[in-house]
């Protein structure tokens, strides 16, 4: 009879490792010995519950992290463009309400002289000081509408500075919807 | 040559393409952080080794040899990045392992006492019963069950990430196994 076995032969055993001679030996050996088998039988358990492990599930937070540490976000190109526009068009803006360009009388002076070079460049400064005047205006209203429930008279400057400031806002905000859109039906 | 579905992967982060390699650490996250966690028993400590390895791998990806297997260079990393860990911190983890002894006592008192034994529990208690006590082995026993059955790794692969020999590695998963059948049994489990 053969002797008994020992644990590195039985998980050998489990394992699938041994030639076929060996595979019968061992095999034969566990019909008849009880120990071994008890032996074989446990070893058996454990490796079929060590096969189907137990994974603890990963936190989010480490391919978010993961993802800004290589990626980190840069603003979108549209967005960027979106708050140059219009910050550009807040500072002439301003420059014009500040100067009050549309009374003034080096504009006027300018539309005079280009008349006579260029109608074009003519027709432009004047739908330009036209605006300008139209929002000049509107600006001018607000305040008095400000002063007279309020009595405070808080300058059409300030007015025309916070009325760019939403506007700029309102921009910006439209310009990145509109891209995630885009940026979500191309992916 | 014939690429494996990770080598694909691989072919495309190295072309700019992001989404890629979010579909590799999805396929990875869960093995290299049960890796980790088992072997760190920290959770703060494991979510930081993940990051510092996925970004480790991406920085390093070029360097990847398209002849080998991607799963054993990344684990190879992996080993490198705990197991460095754990020697710079031996006493911490030390004292975790002290601290997980008690807990799965406390495990057991609770939960897992049965007249019976291990018939009396439900399947699925049992396992989690059995892979506390594989937290509790120590490390150089640990380690080697972590990768031969929670990354399905052969016995070669192991020998490569861990630069043992393969007869070393062979004897002791061997060991760690009676280790664990011993505490299975001074638990009363398994009878």
């Known amino acids: 009879m053969m002797e008994c076995l020992n644990n590195e032969k039985i998980q050998e055993y489990i394992n699938g490792e041994l030639t076929t001679v060996e595979n019968a030996m061992v095999r034969d050996h566990l019909i008849i010995c009880k120990k071994c088998r008890f032996e074989y039988e446990y070893y058996e358990r454990l490796e079929k519950y060590l ?12 391919e978010r992290n993961v993802l800004k540490a290589l990626f980190p976000r840069i603003p979108a190109l549209s967005s960027v463009l979106a708050l140059i526009a219009a910050s550009f068009t807040l500072i002439i803006t301003w420059i014009y309400i500040y100067f009050d360009f549309a009374n003034n009388s080096i504009i006027q002076a300018l539309q005079i002289t280009s008349s006579k070079t260029s109608n074009f460049i003519a ?52 310009s990145r919807i509109i891209f995630k859109k885009i940026k979500g039906a191309n992916a | 040559m014939v690429l494996d579905d990770d080598q694909v992967l691989i072919k495309k982060i190295l072309e700019g393409k992001k989404s890629s390699f979010e579909e590799l650490m999805k396929k990875y996250n869960k093995k290299i952080f049960g890796f980790i966690f088992r072997m760190v028993r920290d959770e703060e400590i494991a979510i930081e080794l993940t990051q510092d390895f996925f970004i480790k791998i991406f920085k390093i990806l070029a360097k990847y040899n398209f002849e080998y297997k991607f799963s054993t260079w990344a684990y190879r990393i992996c080993y490198n990045l705990v197991i460095d860990y754990v020697r710079k911190n031996q006493a911490y983890i030390d004292s975790l392992d002290d601290d997980s002894v008690s807990q799965k006592q406390m495990l057991k008192s609770e939960n897992y006492v049965a007249e019976d034994g291990f018939d009396k529990l439900a399947k699925e208690e049992l396992k989690e019963y059995i892979w506390e006590v594989v937290d509790t082995i120590p490390v150089k026993y640990r380690e080697l069950i972590l990768l031969r059955y929670l990354q399905g790794l052969k016995y ?27 505490e299975i049994e001074n638990d009363g489990m398994f009878k």
């Not at chain 1, 001018?140 to 002063?147: M, P, Q, R, V, Y």
Request: glycine share 4%; no cysteine; charged share 20%.
């Open chain 1, 51 to 62: 096969e189907d492990p137990v994974y603890i599930k990963p936190p989010e937070v480490i």
């Open chain 2, 156 to 182: 070669d692969e192991i020998a490569s990430i861990t630069e043992l020999p393969v007869g070393t590695v062979k004897n002791r998963i061997f060991k760690a196994k009676e280790i664990l059948k011993t």
């Open chain 1, 123 to 174: 027709s432009v400064i004047k739908i330009i000081s036209t605006i300008f005047s139209a929002v000049y205006a509107i600006f001018k209203i607000i305040n008095a509408f400000i002063d007279a429930v309020f009595k405070v008279n808080i300058g059409v400057e300030i007015i025309g500075l916070l009325t760019f400031m939403m506007f700029i806002s309102f921009f910006y905000l439209i």
